[in-house]
């Protein structure tokens, strides 16, 4: 399950951790927790919630109008929580054997 | 301005179903996006138009993926049996009294009459069994059409053309098969209309069919191809329920369409297909499919959004 997860996915999943969102804002904020790496158009965003939501990942929460301008706010699901959850502890466990790797000295044998 | 109108115009790429609801919320999102510079009005509008396209793609595909394909292949079972009857009648190696049919032609017919009467009464291991049967004389001019095999294709005299058997019944053989898997079992007295009408055609075919002139025979096999066409086409139009019917009514125009072009173009151009399927048949067999999946995609709502 894990596996189909994109980086992308992955941090629009993760600015949600603090509560719902709108479209740009989750946008913005998956941009700042990548670092930059993860810039997110909002045909792609909502390509990628829509089949959050159809996961159960994700759900809209409510939709409101501020300053003119729709703004529709999605919320992450318990089955969205737990997903990545997974996904973070499977990307913990990849990490540590790269970095027990590196930890060693060159040329040792254990 | 000009932004908005690259957006609205980008957003009409979103399938309409979509668009009253997901139009707005998404265009405004762009808007946002490129108000703060976090992103360009090219890329907005290309995601737009993307977003557009995958969604019309997933709806099309679940359309189909949805359809009731069950219900249609049992629906055109006795019909499309009913058709290879009547065809591979009409295109018996001659003559028939005084020589040999051959055998492959023989095992194709009686795996055929056996199916299409089994359909009629609803048996469905035997309806089965017998399109299976009619399917060993393809597969046997498809082996020997690629090399790995001894003997001679099976071509068929039909008017003043060749039609080859298995360019001409592979894949309608194929549907049968999977049709007559589907047939629904039947009570025998309300079969009896069904029966009559399998018994009559196959009458008839076997005492009109090898009798009729070349060119009458061709003016019959191209009437009859261009007015199933145009009449599965009027019923796909008019089908009530949008995806049920058209799904039925392009099913039925392709599994029909397949045999009868490629009858049709080996009578009106009186050739003998040197290579199995001919180009004529094959472009008449895909004009056929493709003219079912419009038929489907016409009836089918989002497809047409």
């Given at each position: 399950?894990?596996?189909t997860?994109?980086?992308?996915?992955?941090?629009?999943l993760?600015?949600?951790?603090?509560?719902?969102l709108?479209?740009?804002?989750?946008?913005?904020?998956?941009?700042?927790?990548?670092?930059?790496?993860?810039?997110?158009?909002?045909?792609?965003l909502?390509?990628a919630?829509?089949?959050?939501?159809?996961?159960?990942?994700?759900?809209?929460d409510?939709?409101?109008?501020?300053?003119?301008?729709?703004?529709?706010?999605?919320?992450?699901?318990?089955?969205?929580?737990?997903?990545?959850?997974?996904?973070?502890?499977?990307?913990?466990?990849?990490?540590?054997?790269?970095?027990?790797?590196?930890?060693?000295?060159a040329?040792?044998?254990? | 301005?000009?932004?908005?109108?690259?957006?609205?115009?980008a957003?009409?790429?979103?399938?309409?179903?979509?668009?009253?609801?997901?139009?707005?919320?998404?265009?405004?999102?762009?808007?946002?996006?490129?108000?703060?510079?976090?992103?360009?009005?090219?890329?907005?509008?290309?995601?737009?138009?993307?977003?557009?396209?995958?969604?019309?793609?997933?709806?099309a595909?679940?359309?189909v993926?949805?359809?009731?394909?069950?219900?249609?292949?049992?629906?055109?079972?006795l019909?499309?049996?009913?058709?290879?009857?009547?065809?591979?009648?009409a295109?018996?190696?001659?003559?028939?009294?005084?020589g040999?049919?051959?055998l492959?032609?023989?095992?194709?017919?009686?795996?055929?009459?056996?199916a299409?009467?089994?359909?009629?009464?609803g048996?469905?291991?035997?309806?089965?069994?017998?399109s299976?049967?009619?399917?060993?004389?393809?597969?046997?001019?498809?082996w020997?059409?690629?090399?790995?095999?001894?003997?001679?294709r099976?071509?068929?005299?039909?008017?003043?053309?060749?039609?080859?058997l298995?360019?001409?019944?592979?894949?309608?053989?194929?549907?049968?098969?999977?049709?007559a898997?589907?047939?629904?079992?039947?009570?025998?007295?309300?079969?009896?209309a069904?029966?009559?009408?399998?018994?009559?055609?196959v009458?008839?075919a076997?005492?009109?069919?090898?009798?009729?002139?070349?060119a009458?025979?061709?003016?019959?096999?191209?009437?009859?191809?261009?007015?199933?066409?145009?009449?599965?086409?009027?019923?796909?139009?008019?089908?009530?329920?949008?995806?049920?019917?058209?799904?039925?009514?392009?099913?039925?125009?392709?599994?029909?369409?397949?045999?009868?072009?490629?009858?049709?173009?080996?009578?009106a151009?009186?050739?003998?297909?040197?290579?199995?399927?001919?180009?004529?048949?094959?472009?008449?067999?895909?004009?056929a499919?493709?003219?079912?999946?419009?038929g489907?995609?016409?009836?089918?709502?989002?497809?047409?959004?």
């Amino acid at each position: 399950m894990s596996a189909t997860i994109t980086e992308p996915t992955y941090y629009t999943l993760a600015a949600l951790l603090d509560g719902p969102l709108h479209g740009y804002a989750i946008a913005r904020k998956a941009h700042e927790l990548s670092a930059g790496r993860v810039r997110l158009s909002a045909g792609t965003l909502y390509g990628a919630l829509t089949r959050l939501t159809e996961r159960g990942l994700v759900a809209i929460d409510h939709q409101e109008i501020v300053d003119g301008r729709n703004r529709r706010y999605h919320r992450l699901t318990d089955a969205g929580r737990q997903t990545l959850k997974l996904e973070a502890g499977r990307m913990v466990e990849a990490a540590a054997i790269v970095m027990r790797h590196h930890a060693r000295p060159a040329g040792g044998t254990a | 301005m000009i932004t908005d109108w690259l957006l609205r115009v980008a957003g009409r790429a979103l399938p309409a179903s979509r668009r009253p609801s997901d139009g707005p919320v998404v265009h405004d999102c762009a808007r946002d996006m490129i108000d703060d510079g976090h992103s360009s009005i090219i890329r907005e509008a290309g995601g737009l138009i993307w977003l557009g396209l995958a969604w019309r793609t997933n709806a099309a595909w679940s359309e189909v993926r949805g359809g009731p394909w069950r219900g249609a292949a049992a629906a055109i079972a006795l019909p499309l049996g009913l058709l290879g009857v009547a065809i591979w009648i009409a295109a018996a190696p001659q003559p028939v009294g005084g020589g040999w049919p051959g055998l492959w032609w023989m095992a194709l017919l009686g795996g055929l009459v056996s199916a299409v009467a089994a359909i009629a009464l609803g048996h469905q291991r035997t309806a089965l069994a017998g399109s299976l049967v009619a399917l060993v004389p393809v597969a046997h001019d498809l082996w020997v059409q690629a090399g790995a095999g001894p003997g001679a294709r099976v071509d068929l005299p039909l008017a003043d053309g060749w039609l080859p058997l298995s360019g001409a019944w592979a894949l309608p053989g194929v549907l049968l098969v999977v049709a007559a898997r589907l047939t629904p079992r039947r009570d025998l007295r309300r079969a009896s209309a069904r029966v009559t009408v399998v018994v009559t055609v196959v009458v008839l075919a076997t005492i009109g069919g090898p009798a009729i002139s070349a060119a009458a025979l061709g003016a019959t096999v191209v009437t009859l191809s261009v007015g199933a066409t145009a009449g599965g086409v009027l019923v796909a139009r008019a089908a009530p329920t949008h995806l049920g019917g058209a799904s039925r009514c392009g099913v039925l125009v392709a599994a029909a369409g397949l045999p009868v072009s490629a009858w049709a173009g080996a009578v009106a151009w009186s050739a003998h297909f040197d290579h199995g399927l001919g180009p004529i048949g094959l472009a008449g067999a895909v004009g056929a499919v493709l003219l079912g999946l419009v038929g489907l995609a016409r009836r089918g709502g989002n497809l047409s959004n």
